[in-house]
């Protein structure tokens, strides 16, 4: 058995390559490796004992010859590559590269490779869901993808997903990674503002890179040796969920670290430090359907931060450090950052004051006191009514919205079609159905034709919008047409709003009024 790993020496990949080394049934790894990544070395230093099974292939998803020469003569490839936040924020162009034209590349490749064709694992993210909050925590795949405003990695992973699903591969899977806890969190996330992105009351799913690695490698596994997924596995979309144990919100996140420091959130925070809206998170509703499979989910967020204050111990240091200090020069350092909230209310930034906080008046009527802000911990709904934060977080009491047919049925009729697309304001043009992966011609609400699969659209959650080829945001506009869109967009954005972003052709931020 053969294997070609894309983003190997990230987070993930590491700990997929550590897992997988375990399968005596592997004969050679093929990694795509940037000929700029140092971190190589240290894989290869840490797997001697398979050294002589790796093949390392110099170059980028972004080269089309790279990716012919990595799928080549291999049973499975495991796409992990992605640019992500920040570096997707400050380089928005290698964003598009990688995991948008890049997995363009990646699948044409598999694609020409016909009858040989290897299997192929793709990884999505989260972050299609866009922004959530309590009034809808919860999402499943099928759930509507609003990727955030000014959100490059989103809308450049939601185009890479689609083009996936609507591929000529015979067998993949889509798998959606939630918010992931790895040893470099530390450094990942003090480098710039992107922590001030993170709303204190957004609903957070974690999942650890090792439970992220054992689930690759128990795929991979088990398809190779009992071969009896192909119905309940090949062609279809995943959430990969930590457990009911890692729903969380961005508040308790932040929290769990600064205990490792003695400390808490609000000894080092104020209430105005991070957005309001725009972030991107909830919590899996479906998210056990790949655990049932595959029982790759071992390890809690309480598991991670312990390991985590045991391989750091020089972070224990902080609790002899006065809290102030810390604020200063850990987290207020920060704000000079051109990726942070702050950053953005100094210089008059009024897309993005209004992408995340819904204009600079909303963010100036932030409370300066704990005291006064609405945490759901402490059972505060964001409108100040009272919440059962606990009663929440329950499956069982989880708020979903209309679909507009049933998704968990197997059975899909050109009738539950027609009421998808007319719910987003468009239409079904095809006049016959016959399965969920023929390819069907669609109407959205702006009268511009597209061809997509009925998994695509009502399995999968897809529904073309400009979004999927420009760096443009429209649900303002769409979500007054739009009954899916609106259930979700209106739970972070007033229907009154009316507003156009994008991004410029020098990829900075923009706003208009419509």
Not at 168 to 175: D, G
Request: charged share 30%; glycine share 6%; with cysteine.
């Amino acid at each position: 058995m053969k294997i070609a790993i894309t983003g190997v020496t990230g987070n993930m990949g590491q700990a997929t390559i550590d897992e997988l080394a375990k399968n005596d049934n592997i004969e050679k790894f093929k990694l795509l490796v940037l000929s700029s990544d140092k971190r190589i070395k240290d894989i290869l230093k840490r797997h001697k004992k398979i050294k002589n099974k790796i093949e390392v292939i110099y170059g980028s998803l972004a080269q089309k010859e790279a990716c012919q020469k990595l799928v080549e003569d291999v049973d499975y490839v495991i796409g992990l590559a992605a640019v992500i936040p920040p570096h997707s924020d400050q380089y928005p162009e290698k964003a598009v590269e990688c995991n948008q034209i890049g997995i363009d590349n990646l699948v044409s490749a598999i694609e020409e490779l016909g009858e040989n064709q290897p299997r192929f694992i793709h990884t999505s993210t989260v972050a299609l869901y866009g922004n959530r909050n309590s009034l809808h925590p919860w999402a499943q795949v099928g759930d509507p993808l609003l990727v955030s405003p000014f959100d490059i990695y989103s809308a450049t992973k939601m185009r890479g997903e689609f083009r996936v699903l609507e591929s000529n591969i015979k067998y993949f899977a889509v798998l959606r990674q939630s918010a992931m806890l790895h040893p470099n969190m530390l450094a990942d996330n003090m480098s710039d503002g992107l922590m001030f992105h993170t709303c204190f009351n957004a609903p957070l799913e974690w999942v650890t890179s090792h439970d992220s690695g054992v689930l690759i490698a128990n795929i991979i596994k088990r398809d190779s040796e009992k071969k009896d997924l192909d119905n309940v596995f090949w062609r279809h979309c995943f959430n990969i969920g930590g457990g009911a144990e890692n729903c969380v919100t961005g508040y308790d996140t932040l929290d769990d670290g600064f205990k490792i420091i003695g400390g808490s959130v609000k000894d080092f925070f104020e209430p105005k430090f991070n957005a309001t809206r725009n972030f991107h998170g909830v919590w899996f509703y479906d998210g056990k359907k790949l655990d049932d499979l595959f029982s790759y989910q071992s390890q809690t967020c309480k598991d991670f931060w312990t390991e985590f204050a045991k391989n750091n111990g020089y972070m224990k240091l902080g609790k002899i450090v006065p809290k102030k200090l810390i604020k200063k020069f850990a987290i207020v350092r920060l704000f000079k950052n051109p990726n942070s909230a702050t950053y953005w209310a100094k210089h008059n930034d009024e897309a993005k004051m209004f992408a995340y906080f819904g204009g600079e008046e909303e963010y100036n009527n932030i409370p300066k006191k704990w005291v006064d802000f609405n945490l759901l911990i402490e059972n505060k709904a964001e409108n100040g009514e009272k919440i059962d934060y606990n009663a929440l977080k329950t499956r069982k009491n989880a708020k979903m919205i209309d679909y507009f047919h049933d998704l968990d049925s197997e059975e899909v009729t050109i009738k539950d079609l027609k009421n998808v697309a007319e719910a987003h304001g468009g239409k079904l043009l095809s006049k016959k159905f016959n399965d969920l992966y023929e390819t069907l011609e669609w109407e959205n609400s702006d009268g511009e034709k597209f061809n997509a699969r009925a998994y695509t659209v009502l399995k999968a959650g897809h529904w073309f919008n400009r979004t999927y080829v420009e760096n443009v945001w429209d649900y303002d506009r769409l979500a007054k047409k739009d009954k899916i869109y609106a259930q979700v967009w209106y739970d972070s954005h007033a229907k009154d709003e009316d507003k156009f972003y994008y991004l410029d052709e020098n990829y900075n931020a923009r706003m208009k009024n419509l």
